[in-house]
């Protein structure tokens, strides 16, 4: 089991850029799946990226792919979302997620620890 803590989130204008972390307890970090997902004020939350154990492959949302990379670095056991060309669609809060699964999942029932969140607002 991991637990998870967000970190990086803020208020930024359109195009502007944030990096997101996600620091995790825990010492099996490295054969976790680790994804991010965001929500909207009254919208489900909805995936956003996703990287396997060893960070060779990753899955992206397509309304972030080319503006958003996720990354993780497992000597820091930490996994994180850099965000360029930032959109005011963008504003959610995010959430770091691990599967303990090998699938890059999509779906927030495929994860099974999250963390608390943290808040990205972009003004236009």
């Known amino acids: 089991q991991v637990q998870l803590v967000e970190s990086g989130g803020g208020l930024v204008q359109a195009g502007g850029s944030l990096r997101l972390s996600c620091a995790a307890s825990?010492?099996?970090?490295?054969?976790?799946?680790m994804g991010w997902f965001r929500q909207a004020p009254g919208k489900e939350r909805e995936f956003v990226a996703t990287i396997s154990w060893s960070g060779s492959s990753t899955r992206y949302a397509d309304s972030v792919k080319g503006r958003f990379t996720i990354s993780r670095d497992n000597a820091k056991n930490t996994v994180y979302l850099q965000m360029n060309s930032l959109k005011p669609e963008d504003t959610a809060v995010y959430y770091c997620?691990?599967?303990?699964?090998?699938?890059?999942?999509?779906?927030?029932?495929?994860?099974?620890?999250w963390g608390q969140g943290t808040q990205v607002t972009v003004s236009s």
């Open positions: 825990g010492r099996t970090f490295s054969r976790y799946v």
């Open positions: 997620a691990a599967s303990r699964g090998i699938v890059l999942g999509i779906n927030t029932n495929e994860y099974d620890e």
